[in-house]
């Protein structure tokens, strides 16, 4: 049973994508994953709007210190597991912008991030390979979470045992 949980999680992953106050580049070439050319829904990956519903969020552009308040917001909506994926030079590191007054940095200056993924704009074939590595994180974390649940469950079934 558990196996089979983390195994469905990890075949039909929902994405959520978020733009930190990207310049566009890196959203097209996310878009473009999402286009018949490169078609990430083959992998079972679906692109969704509500982050109660993703196991996946992407985010590109640089954290600022008006935005980094929403992109936490939105990481703690998510259910875990969940893993993040930071997109292009602004994403991982806060690119040519990061010594600007407003800019926090990277990504993980404000979440832990799972993969990351170089490149100004990067290829959509560089995403798609940042999605599968946090993929496999995805799955080492479902374990644990799936572990954490059957173990109340298992505790549960045993107190009502003993009444
Ligand atoms: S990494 Fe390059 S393409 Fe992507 S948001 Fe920054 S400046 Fe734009």
Known sequence: MKSLINKSRVKSPWLIHFDCGSCNGCDIEVLACLTPVYDIERFGILNVGNPKHADILLVTGTVNHRNKKAL????????????????????????????????????????????????????????????????????????????????????????????
Do not use: W
């Open 72 to 163: 936490k917001n939105v990481y703690d909506q998510m259910p875990e597991p969940k893993v993040v994926v930071a997109i292009g030079a602004c994403g991982t590191t806060g690119g040519v912008f990061r010594e600007a007054y407003n800019v926090v940095g990277g990504v993980d200056k404000v979440i832990p991030v799972d993969a990351y993924v170089s490149g100004c704009a990067p290829k959509p074939e560089a995403i798609i390979d940042g999605v599968i590595i946090a993929l496999g994180k995805l799955a080492e974390k479902g374990k644990r979470v799936d572990q954490g649940i059957f173990e109340r469950l298992e505790q549960t079934q045993t107190n009502i045992k003993k009444r």
